[in-house]
């Protein structure tokens, strides 16, 4: 709701965690001269019954994700940040399957958990996560950013 309400995605705590996994700073993640966000909507479309984020719709994504991909060209690192993104560019699939095989992608696709609060405990269960995708993940930013 507070990426929602600022009108930026990734302006909450996920956002904090984000930025770190890729090893940015507030002032680059936000320079959309070198870094662009394409979020599944461009909404935040609620809570379920359980207090969980309701899915983007998919006529979102159907209705403009080609043209905002369209104009933000061909960036050298693409991120699929969680399983909706990824289900969209590469079919469906298991998200830990996915990034646990990040090789298989890099360097120009990273698929990612969701970094939300909500996906702590998975990242607990996989430290694999931090202490083998981080370095590279952040390691290809950095060569890219130069």
Same mark, same amino acid.
């Given at each position: %709701? $507070? ?14 965690? =984000?930025?770190? !996994? %890729? ?10 001269? %070198?870094?662009?966000?394409?979020? %599944? ?12 984020? *309701? ?6 994504? #159907? /209705?403009?994700?080609?043209?905002? =991909?369209? +104009? ?6 693409? =991120? &699929? *940040? ?5 289900? !969209?560019? =590469?079919?469906?699939? #298991?998200? /830990?399957?996915?990034?646990?095989? !990040? $090789?298989? +992608? ?5 698929? &990612? ?12 269960? +996989?430290?694999?996560?931090? $202490? @083998?995708?981080?370095?590279? &993940?952040?390691?290809?930013?950095? @060569?890219?950013?130069?």
């Amino acid at each position: %709701m $507070r990426a929602h309400q600022s009108g930026k995605p990734f302006d909450d705590p996920s956002g904090v965690r =984000l930025r770190d !996994w %890729m090893g940015l700073d507030e002032a680059t993640f936000w320079n959309r001269d %070198m870094v662009a966000i394409i979020p %599944m909507a461009f909404c935040f479309p609620g809570y379920d019954a359980n207090g969980s984020d *309701i899915a983007p719709p998919r006529i979102c994504a #159907k /209705t403009w994700r080609g043209r905002a =991909l369209n +104009h933000a060209g061909r960036p050298p690192i693409t =991120l &699929l *940040i969680g399983g909706y993104a990824q289900d !969209w560019h =590469l079919g469906r699939g #298991k998200v /830990t399957d996915r990034v646990r095989n !990040w $090789r298989d +992608h890099a360097p120009g696709i990273w698929c &990612l958990p969701h970094p939300s609060w909500r996906n702590t405990a998975w990242l607990k269960k +996989h430290p694999w996560f931090a $202490r @083998e995708t981080l370095p590279a &993940l952040r390691a290809t930013i950095q @060569e890219a950013l130069k």
